[in-house]
């Protein structure tokens, strides 16, 4: 039975959550910068799935931890939820669902739960890092072995949510024009996209930090602020 007031074990904790701003803040900034898909779609997955997973099995150990005094097992996180993220972030607002009634402010938790769960971008976004993160990372390469799977690649995925969010944002006008306009299209996609992941990061930060995902939480998940949206 892990014991998280051991310097031993909570040192792991702390480390686990540095890695996880460090993933999640360097993927907020390419998201920022994104120009060109093919060179920038992979180091962007790479940081933002596994920042991702990482938030997510933290909150729920957090919880799990909090309501049964023990950290879920290694079986439970490396096998039941693996690379799972689209069920661990269904979890996890499930934890924030269940216990909203212990928030600081109920209304204002519930106002951030409410606004991620009715955000597109961010379900498609976390649709496409689930996808990468649990069988798509080598999508090229075994096309290459096998010919092509029968579903689509994590970066079509992201690509089609690109072009949906400046079909939506009225954007697609600015192609063609000079380079001025584009680049300011491109940084407003960008920005949906940012916003988006700021919004869903903020609203696991604000939930312990008003008391909903249990003490440890409240002390741990507090050092992870997301960026502002400017």
């Known amino acids: 039975m892990t014991d998280l007031d051991s310097p031993a074990v909570w040192s792991a904790l702390e480390y686990e959550l540095e890695g996880t701003w460090s993933l999640l803040g ?25 920042g ?20 879920p097992s290694k079986a439970s996180m490396s096998t039941t939820y693996s690379h799972a993220i689209l069920d661990l972030d269904a979890l996890c607002r499930g934890h924030i669902r269940d216990r909203l009634h212990t928030a600081t402010s109920s209304g204002y938790i519930g106002g951030l739960l409410a606004a991620v769960d009715d955000d597109q971008v961010i379900r498609d976004l976390l649709e496409a890092v689930n ?25 079509v ?8 969010i400046w079909k939506r944002e009225g954007l697609g ?7 001025p306009a584009f680049d ?25 930090q008003h008391g909903v995902l249990g003490p440890r939480a409240k002390r741990w998940l507090s050092t992870g602020s997301p960026p502002p949206v400017l």
């Open 26 to 50: 360097q993927s907020e900034r390419m998201l920022r910068d994104l120009r060109v898909v093919t060179e920038d779609y992979d180091p962007l997955f790479a940081c933002l799935a596994t």
């Open 131 to 155: 996808h990468y993160a649990r069988q798509g990372r080598f999508h090229n390469l075994d096309t290459l072995a096998d010919g092509p799977p029968d579903h689509p690649s994590p970066r």
């Open 184 to 208: 300011a299209a491109l940084a407003q996609g960008n920005l949906v996209l940012r916003s988006s992941l700021i919004r869903w990061w903020e609203l696991y930060y604000r939930a312990a």
């Open 173 to 179: 006008g600015q192609l063609g024009k000079d380079q």
């Open 52 to 71: 991702a997973e990482k938030l997510l099995k933290i909150v729920h150990g957090l919880v799990v931890e909090d309501e049964q005094g023990q950290w």
């Open 157 to 164: 995925l992201f690509e089609t949510l690109e072009l949906e």
